[in-house]
């Protein structure tokens, strides 16, 4: 027991010490606080970094989750403030990275009136995360807490919401110390791993996909001496190309949006597909046209719960992605694999895929990714936004060791707010986002939060005066029928250069890599504004080519 009582606030930062916890991200409000006070107290240990808005704050304490491996924690005050933060914990759930969100709740001898800002949190975000509970008497707080992050960390990680009521967190108790308690990581069997062993020696076409979190730096390099001990080619899915590196022999590609065709036709010629850590997904999947009738599956995954849930593998093994890849490469490969030929014709391809090749216009985003692929530190950190644009970076620039940061549910306003919280987590590193012009602007704010805390992330912004995406969709449904996807947009050099950033703007090819080096040079939050062909809307299409007969 703690030998003097402790506000119910003070035992909330009490367990995020005990947890390990070094950086929240937060925007602050009335209702926790007391939660603030004990930050205060604490502030030597835990560093407390105040955004400008929820939804940038949730995602910055996600992001950070998945490039230290640690659970992310992200405040909030009730009903406006959860609301905001709500697409941060869809995308933690939808991206399987471990978020614990703690809201401040009206008071409970409020609650169940309608009270100022009142929302039932636990109905709300039942469908958003892995757990969502309102803590109701202070004594339960400790118990509550350190389950938050046993169930954020455990089988498939993910996040989780508790909901601290105001009048809770001013309450003052003796309670048991904090205790951290261990996450359930469920791991292969040696019965298991001698299965899949059997099944994929049988196998003459076969395709490993690597996917999921949980995997952390070891892992990778298990994956890495998997693929290389039994010469199994690797595919990765959407925004998960940082899992292997793009330069192992066995790396295949990524099956993401816009994925090599000949990837694609890989796997579904290939008689065995091995998945591992992936739920293998709606984009992965290609729409869900894989797996194809006949193929053989084995399905490796943390989550018991995802295994035969949406097709019926082969073979199941509910184990970490990490600690199945460390059992595997361990044992015997064959000496002549059946596969070696086709390994070796999936790799060619995707080294040809990889290529960076000009892609037109006056600033030409592939030969970008080619000065880029050049310029870039070996151990960058990159983050993607949703749009076309990512296509380019995501296909032509190399990842392994270099990190990549990206919402594989899709959500548009991430690249910014990550970059902040990359550049905080790894001030030493270079950190470079990709962003469209609709994405900037609904998350570019944080820019501030980079400027107040020394964070120094290079931002490119991609401006083609459209949300670019939904236009190319647009005219492949309704050719010519424009609406609601055209964009007005501010002049982003001035706008980043008013938080304090350096900026440039760039609408020619050779003048991107000075600009980029200038950036890079700055010391501070840096922002180039790339002035893109909108009829280049992605590496091989044209939106004046596209549309349809009526």
């Not at 010629?269 to 999947?285: C, H, P, Q």
């Not at 014709?345 to 592939?366: E, F, M, N």
């Not at 401006?463 to 050719?479: A, C, L, S, V, Y």
């Not at 938080?499 to 840096?526: I, N, Q």
Request: hydrophobic residues 45%; glycine residues 10%; contains cysteine.
């Amino acid at each position: 027991m703690t030998k003097r009582p402790r506000t119910g606030g003070h035992v909330v930062t009490d367990h995020l010490l005990c947890q390990g916890v070094e950086t929240v991200f937060c925007v602050p409000g009335e209702s926790y606080l007391d939660v603030l006070d004990g930050l205060y107290q604490s502030r030597s240990k835990i560093r407390t970094i105040a955004c400008r808005h929820e939804g940038g704050a949730a995602f910055m304490a996600e992001s950070c989750a998945k490039l230290t491996g640690k659970t992310g924690v992200v405040l909030a005050t009730r009903g406006p403030g959860a609301a905001n933060a709500t697409i941060g914990i869809h995308t933690a759930m939808q991206d399987s990275t471990p978020l614990v969100l703690l809201l401040g709740d009206v008071g409970r001898d409020f609650y169940g009136r309608e009270a100022f800002q009142e929302v039932d949190f636990a109905a709300m975000f039942a469908p958003l995360c892995k757990w969502a509970a309102r803590v109701e008497e202070i004594g339960q707080l400790p118990a509550m807490l350190a389950r938050a992050f046993q169930i954020a960390q455990s089988d498939r990680p993910g996040p989780v919401v508790l909901a601290l009521p105001e009048d809770l967190l001013r309450e003052e108790a003796v309670l048991p110390k904090p205790k951290a308690l261990p996450p359930f990581l469920p791991v292969p069997s040696d019965e298991a791993l001698a299965k899949a062993a059997a099944l994929l020696k049988k196998a003459k076409r076969p395709l490993l996909i690597a996917g999921g979190s949980g995997w952390g730096s070891a892992g990778r390099d298990a994956l890495a001496n998997l693929a290389k001990a039994w010469s199994l080619p690797v595919a990765v899915p959407f925004r998960r190309q940082d899992l292997i590196s793009g330069g192992h022999s066995c790396f295949a590609g990524d099956l993401g949006i816009g994925p090599d065709p000949k990837l694609v036709q890989a796997a579904s010629d290939a008689d065995l597909l091995f998945l591992l850590g992936t739920r293998l997904g709606e984009i992965a999947s290609q729409a869900y046209h894989l797996p194809r009738p006949g193929q053989k599956i084995i399905h490796v995954h943390a989550g018991a719960q995802e295994l035969g849930r949406v097709f019926h593998p082969d073979l199941c093994i509910n184990a970490t992605p990490a600690s199945f890849a460390n059992g595997f490469a361990k044992l015997d490969p064959p000496k002549r694999p059946a596969w070696a030929a086709w390994r070796k014709q999936i790799r060619a391809q995707r080294v040809d895929w990889a290529k960076p090749v000009a892609t037109g216009g006056k600033l030409d985003a592939g030969l970008m990714m080619e000065m880029l692929e050049r310029l870039l530190p070996k151990d960058a950190i990159l983050t993607v936004d949703a749009g076309n644009f990512a296509g380019w970076p995501q296909r032509f620039l190399t990842f392994g060791p270099r990190r990549l940061l990206g919402p594989t549910c899709g959500a548009m306003g991430y690249a910014i707010p990550a970059a902040v919280a990359a550049s905080l987590s790894e001030p030493e590193k270079c950190v470079v986002a990709f962003v469209g012009d609709g994405g900037a602007l609904m998350t570019g704010q944080e820019l501030a939060t980079a400027r107040q805390y020394g964070a120094k992330p290079i931002v490119l912004v991609f401006d083609n005066g459209m949300f670019g995406t939904i236009r190319m969709h647009q005219e492949k449904r309704h050719p010519g029928r424009v609406m609601a996807t055209k964009l007005e947009n501010p002049d982003f050099g001035t706008w980043a250069a008013s938080f304090g950033a350096f900026s440039e703007g760039v609408s020619r090819t050779e003048d991107f890599e000075p600009a980029f080096k200038r950036a890079l040079s700055s010391g501070k939050p840096a922002l180039l504004h790339l002035k893109t062909d909108p009829d280049i809307i992605t590496p091989r299409m044209r939106l004046s080519k596209m549309g349809r007969k009526r």
